[in-house]
Structures are given as structure tokens and as C-alpha cells.
């Protein structure tokens, strides 16, 4: 798992990658090449077994400004040459088509996104694929893309809604102001808000108890349940899917382990692997 990044950094130590964004001169603007490495990097994460949970954070006193618009007027024009360069379309660098956002939601891995500061358009659409969001204090966001005469992208008409309900999704994009840190706790774009100095150690702290304290198969499942049967028009489904992974997961070493740790009142030590261990019966939803 080893890349040479040009405009993140990713770093992996006690079960947790971190990854920065990292152009801090022009406030994390966005790029194609980014889109590109977030991409990979959630796909190694989601291949490697020693990778818990992926926090991603920026360099600097910026989360992501939006898309790079240095090419000036043209900057969005993905026809040009540096449009193409400078921004490019979300869905590309990987294969299916799915680019950065789909490399986010089908890792099987969790997110955590900490806001070190602002985050603007597609540096903010680009979380929402992502498990957890928390914000310091000084952090500023914004939908900003009827002010520039575009549209929501990366797939946010669909995430938005899901996470802070189509009223207030409304009322941010039709606008395209920016909104504070308590705006958007209150909305419920992010749990929670933190003096700027405590956000990594509140992130971090974050990760480490998903990592030390929930087996890897049953938080990939998880996640993959909510994301996908959340908004099934009946519970029948939701239930038929349940049910079977509840059957495929109760006879595994790990949920022996979670009883016996539990009873025993210490640490559980999980042994299954997302590599290799998760039931015949994933993914559910190409079958």
C-alpha cells in the first residue's frame, strides 16, 4: 500500500489512516489528481485488514476550499484543458465509474471527516459519502454551487437529503451561503463541534474506540446496512437482509469472542478479517 501522493498525505499507525488533504497554499482547493488519490486510498483501506477506520482531515487552516478555480472563468469548463485539469468530474480515477465518491461509500471500512476549517462546494460535498462528521469551532461550510452557476455534485442531491432531511438540504443549496460550525450541528450536517485545538485528539479518540471496541465484519456490514436499506420503502427488506446476516454472524468466532469479552469485562480481541471473513451472502444487493 504504498503511492506517491502529490496532493494528499496518508499515513497508517494503530488501525487508523489518516488522510490530509495537502495543497494548505491554496486552502485544499480541490482537483482532479486529489479525487483521483482519495479514491485509491479509500480503496486501500478497504482492502487492508490492518486499516479500522480512515479520518480525513486537511493541512492548514483549511479543510478544502472547493474545486480549485485558478484557471480562472474556465475553471469548471471540463471541455478545456484546464478545467479538466484543475477540477474534473468526481466520478472519475477509478474503475466502474464511481470515482472518489464511490470508493468512499462501498469501503468497508468507516470515515471520519474533521473539519479543521472552511469547507466549500465539493470540498464539503465530498465528505458526505463518508460515516462521521465533527467540525471545530472556527469552521465555516457552504453549498455554495447556484452562486457559481452550478448544480450540487459528487452525488449530494442524494447524500444531503439522507443526512440532514430534504427541508434543510433545501435551504442550504438553494442559497449557496455559508453557514457556521453551530449552523451546521444544528442541522446535522456534523455531531459535533470542538474548540479547533481539541479536533484531532476528539477525531482520533473517535477512531480508536470504533477500532479497539467493534469487530471489523460487523461494522463493514453495518454501515453498508444503514447506508442501503435506511431508505427501503418497507422494514421487509431490512428484515430479510438482517436476519440472514444475523444467522451467517452468530455461529463466528468473533461474536463467541464479543459474548466472552462482554461477560468477562475485558477488551474483546476480534479475530475475523474483512479480507476474507464476511459472509457468502455479500454483497446482498448484486444477488
Known sequence: MSHAYEHILCEVADGIMQVTLNRPDKLNAYTATMGAELAAAFDDADRDDAVRVVLVTGAGRGFCAGADMSAGAGAFDTTSAEGSVSFGDVSKGRSGGSGMVG??????????????????????????????????????????????????????????????????????????????????????????????????????????????????????????????????????????????????????????????????????????RVSTDMPSSYPWWDR
Do not use: H
Open 103 to 272: 470508493a468512499v461509500y462501498e469501503c468497508r471500512k468507516p470515515s471520519i471527516a474533521a473539519f479543521n476549517g472552511a469547507a466549500v462546494g465539493v470540498g464539503l460535498t465530498l465528505t458526505l459519502p463518508m460515516d462521521i462528521r465533527i467540525a471545530a469551532d472556527t469552521a465555516k461550510f457552504g453549498f455554495v454551487f447556484a452562486r457559481r452557476g452550478l448544480v450540487p455534485e459528487a452525488g449530494s442531491a442524494w447524500f444531503l437529503p439522507r443526512i440532514v432531511g430534504i427541508s434543510q438540504a433545501l435551504r442550504w443549496c438553494l442559497d449557496g451561503a455559508l453557514f457556521s460550525a453551530d449552523d451546521a450541528l444544528k442541522g446535522g450536517l456534523v455531531s459535533e463541534v470542538v474548540p479547533a485545538a481539541d479536533l484531532l485528539p476528539r477525531a482520533r479518540a473517535i477512531a480508536r474506540s470504533i477500532a479497539d471496541n467493534t469487530a471489523p465484519i460487523s461494522v463493514a456490514l453495518t454501515r453498508q446496512m444503514l447506508w442501503r436499506l435506511s431508505e427501503e420503502p418497507t422494514p421487509y427488506g431490512a428484515l430479510k437482509v438482517d436476519g440472514a446476516m444475523a444467522m451467517a454472524l452468530g455461529a463466528t468466532p468473533d461474536v463467541r469472542e464479543g459474548v466472552a469479552a462482554f461477560l468477562e469485562k475485558r477488551p474483546p480481541r476480534f479475530a475475523g
